[in-house]
């Protein structure tokens, strides 16, 4: 065997690890940036909770079958008084033309709460279509509305 061939076989190793080694890294930032967004979303629900108009149930799915590397995926519930949800799914990192994206899910309204980089601020948007659609920085204003909207919806 040529020492050529060893020579990148070392090489092409080395760069696996250290991409392996970046990727992990990546994904404690995602958990993390997922972790420290849901503490805030129950920040803002706080007086709601503390009525007992709500409770929380925080999950994780497991690996996905498709993806090996995918780290278990964090999901927040919001049940409301009357069994109505609010589910909120991280998705993943490094999604087509963003850093990463949590799915919310109100009844049958689906929104996109996007990283649009890694140390950006939140953006949401309603649409999955491949047009333009419009994005709304994602804070306690927008929030709040969203929720308001859908209790208001409640029978």
């Known amino acids: 065997m040529s020492s050529h061939l060893a020579n990148i076989a070392r090489e092409k190793k080395q760069q696996w690890l250290n991409f392996r080694q970046e990727r992990s890294l990546e994904r404690e930032n995602w ?7 849901y503490h805030q979303i129950k ?7 503390k009525d007992g108009l709500l409770r929380y149930k925080e999950e994780k799915l497991p690996k996905s079958r498709v993806s090996h590397e995918m780290d278990d995926r ?18 993943d990192l490094e999604i087509v033309g963003a850093y990463g994206r949590i799915d919310m899910q109100l009844g049958l309204r689906r929104l996109m709460i996007i990283l649009k980089e890694k140390e950006s601020e939140w953006i949401l948007t309603e649409r999955y279509g491949l047009e333009k659609t419009p994005t709304y920085d994602f804070n306690q204003a927008t929030f ?4 308001t909207d859908f209790v208001e919806s409640f029978s």
Do not use: R
Not at 31 to 37: C, S, W
Not at 43 to 49: D, I, K, T
Not at 76 to 89: P, Q, S, V
């Open 43 to 49: 920040q803002w629900l706080m007086p709601l909770e």
């Open 31 to 37: 958990t993390k940036q997922v972790h420290e967004l």
């Open 74 to 91: 964090n999901n927040l519930t919001i049940e409301f008084f009357n069994g109505e949800t609010i589910k909120l799914e991280s998705v």
């Open 144 to 147: 709040e509305q969203i929720v």
